[in-house]
């Protein structure tokens, strides 16, 4: 995939670690050649749960095991933040603990996804050494007491973390209880870009890489402005504090560059276990982390990811798992981290789950696709900055408040294992553009917002996912540079920069029948994160058949945008409409103050398909039910089937069966119970017990597999 200057993978590599690196690979062993394992077809559901036996006396371990039976855990992580006790005093290095720890879990059938421990270098790393520490965009110097407070660009910092991984694959890699590999541990959750000197360095030859000349770096950015223009890269700054804002263009590079540099951070890791060890490898991500989501999990085996919804937030839990299905089309992920009953740290804490939510909450994401649920953590923290978030062990070691519902889960995750393995997520029809280029735009210029009305990149993209999943659409998320294939309707809202590349799929995708629904603020701006001077929305415009008359913020004007029956407020970023091309029209139309009665959504039909553009995002409850009609109009003209009737909060997870026939899970999600209409006779997938077509009732927080 390219966007253009600004997000062209790197070749820059490890620069001053890639013969270390390289070195490393020819070190002694039976070196595997694989460059990355295949995950199997799933053959079981793993239930686990964050592992921290170092923190414990060693005697605790056989009656964890004993616990941990007794509940159905069958796999364990271990190892994220365990520097210090492999390696407490540098070039003291063992993993006689840990081995002797993996022993007895494997002996008991507990299997282990075993983490590299970069995430918290210990304190001889960093002591009397703070220009190897994190630096944050205030230029503030991080310290040791926390974790991610060191730089991975640092050379020094960069050869230990690769040392103790090495060490620890060497060790530990053909160990039979390892099904798995996490590297590190979320990255970038607690900081964003780094500013130390050996990041700012990288960053230069970054651009060097990117650019080739100066003059080339000048033209793209338009430095003329305010007199920045640069004479060499190395006068090229880091976007750290300054009188006003930094260059978009320099603000959005330098997210680029630092979200590619820790993905090739973790790719070096990767690299380095995969000369030692078969198994697969992941890493446990947030798409609200620093990070480059669909850059990060091309070289994965697998995705996974931690979310640790309240019961009110459940939609989040089922956004993620849409996102991470899509993230490694074919292959199962993983939920990594939730909580048992809440989560919490010294500062703030979430609400208990109520009864039930967690079984719903782990069902769903089985049927959503994932091949586990996993816990953070299994016994409570006694010391650290996590103490109030919830175990499956109190600190004391008598069963929480979630034990009891983290047997639940294992009850229902037995029931579905059989159905599960013999099955697929069903292939989605409709789906929505996840761009981490995007992303970082929105972050550097969030279109249309102001701090009285904050526009969010995450926020926008999950109301166009809530609007699918609330209208009974079976909905993926197609990345950026992801195929279309298999898609009916495609919906990219909050996309500033529309690549070349994209908008060509894009075309053949609606000259075939598809329907793309151009969303607010996509395609408003170039590559280079400059304003497109050849109209509003550039070459998605071109492509769409219309032109931009004004660009403005529609907030607080009293726009409304009225189309198929339906009025709503219009707020954020509004490039109003008008058609240019004989095959487009106008279907939706503005009114207010300003742009009163010119294009609110437009159509042009191409080939068998069509594209649709919408001029700003509809707002409140009318907005919803007005994207709503909009969505399930074009769902109908672009032949959807993979669509139920439910009652908001219940949600249908379709699955097809290794025979061909299908699978439904339904899930209430709020815990008000609600019902879901059988298009066709069906049968209990449990018991075999014949439903009868038409209205099905689920309760609070139940759950139903049915055969079609």
């Not at 209409?677 to 689920?698: E, S």
């Amino acid at each position: 995939m390219q966007h253009g200057p600004l997000s062209r993978p790197s070749s820059v590599g490890s620069t001053v670690l890639a013969a270390a690196t390289a070195a490393l690979a020819c070190l002694a062993g039976s070196p595997s050649t694989a460059s990355g394992a295949e995950p199997p077809p799933a053959t079981q559901l793993y239930h686990g749960a964050a592992y921290y036996p170092e923190l414990w006396p060693e005697s605790d371990v056989d009656r964890d095991i004993v616990e941990m039976k007794k509940l159905g855990i069958n796999v364990v992580r271990i190892g994220e933040f365990a520097w210090a006790k492999m390696e407490p005093n540098e070039g003291q290095i063992s993993f006689e603990f840990f081995r002797r720890v993996m022993d007895k879990l494997h002996a008991a059938g507990i299997e282990v996804v075993l983490c590299t421990p970069t995430a918290a270098p210990p304190v001889w790393l960093s002591y009397g050494h703070p220009e190897r520490c994190f630096v944050d965009a205030q230029g503030h110097v991080m310290i040791h007491g926390a974790r991610q407070h060191m730089s991975y660009e640092d050379p020094v910092v960069r050869a230990a973390c690769f040392r103790i991984v090495e060490a620890e694959a060497r060790a530990l890699g053909r160990h039979p209880a390892v099904i798995a590999w996490q590297i590190d541990n979320e990255f970038k959750c607690h900081v964003a870009e780094d500013f130390n000197a050996s990041a700012v360095e990288a960053w230069h030859a970054w651009l060097a890489k990117r650019y080739g000349t100066i003059d080339a770096l000048n033209a793209a950015w338009g430095t003329e402005v305010w007199s920045q223009r640069y004479q060499h890269f190395d006068q090229v700054p880091a976007p750290l504090r300054t009188p006003f804002l930094h260059n978009a263009s320099l603000s959005t590079a330098y997210r680029m560059f630092s979200r590619e540099r820790i993905a090739e951070f973790m790719d070096d890791q990767s690299a380095i276990i995969r000369h030692y060890s078969q198994a697969p490898i992941t890493h446990n991500m947030s798409r609200g982390f620093a990070i480059n989501v669909e850059r990060m999990c091309r070289n994965l085996d697998f995705a996974s990811f931690d979310d640790y919804p309240a019961a009110d937030q459940w939609r989040n839990m089922v956004l993620d798992c849409d996102l991470f299905r899509g993230a490694k089309p074919g292959r199962p992920f993983w939920v990594m981290e939730t909580s048992a009953i809440h989560n919490g740290s010294l500062v703030n804490y979430s609400t208990a789950h109520p009864p039930g939510f967690l079984v719903a909450e782990a069902v769903s994401c089985y049927a959503l696709g994932s091949e586990s649920f996993c816990y953070w953590l299994w016994r409570q923290q006694r010391t650290g900055a996590e103490l109030p978030h919830s175990a499956i062990e109190s600190a004391w070691y008598e069963p929480t408040l979630g034990y009891g519902e983290v047997k639940h889960v294992d009850e229902a995750r037995r029931e579905l294992q059989p159905l599960l393995t013999a099955s697929h997520p069903a292939p989605e029809q409709a789906a929505i553009t996840w761009s981490d280029l995007g992303r970082a735009m929105m972050e550097t210029e969030p279109l249309g917002g102001r701090k009285t009305d904050p526009v969010d990149y995450e926020s926008g993209f999950a109301d166009w996912h809530r609007v699918l999943l609330d209208a009974g659409l079976y909905r993926g998320v197609r990345f950026e540079g992801a195929s279309l294939d298999g898609l009916k309707l495609l919906v990219t809202p909050l996309m500033p920069y529309t690549s070349p590349e994209f908008l060509a799929r894009v075309e053949r995708f609606v000259r075939a029948g598809g329907i793309w629904i151009c969303g607010p603020v996509t395609g408003a701006r170039t590559g280079e994160h400059t304003v497109p001077t050849d109209g509003g929305l550039g070459e998605a415009g071109r492509l769409a058949g219309v032109d931009v008359v004004y660009s403005y913020p529609i907030t607080g004007t009293g726009g409304e945008g009225e189309a198929f029956g339906l009025k709503a407020p219009l707020g954020g970023w509004c490039s109003v409409l008008k058609p240019v091309l004989p095959d487009t029209r106008q279907v939706g139309t503005l009114s207010g103050e300003w742009a009163a009665g010119l294009g609110f959504l437009t159509e042009r039909k191409l080939g068998a398909g069509s594209i649709v553009v919408m001029a700003a995002q509809p707002e409140g409850p009318e907005g919803q039910a007005l994207l709503a009609r909009i969505l399930t109009h074009y769902a109908d003209q672009a032949g959807i089937t993979e669509r139920a009737a439910s009652t908001r909060g219940t949600i249908v997870c379709p699955r097809v069966m290794n025979d061909g026939s299908k699978l439904w899970v339904v899930v209430n999600m709020d815990g008000r119970g609600g019902e879901v209409t059988l298009p066709g006779g069906a049968a209990d997938a449990l018991t075999g017990t014949a439903v009868p077509a038409g209205a099905l009732k689920i309760g609070p927080y139940r759950w139903r597999a049915l055969k079609l």
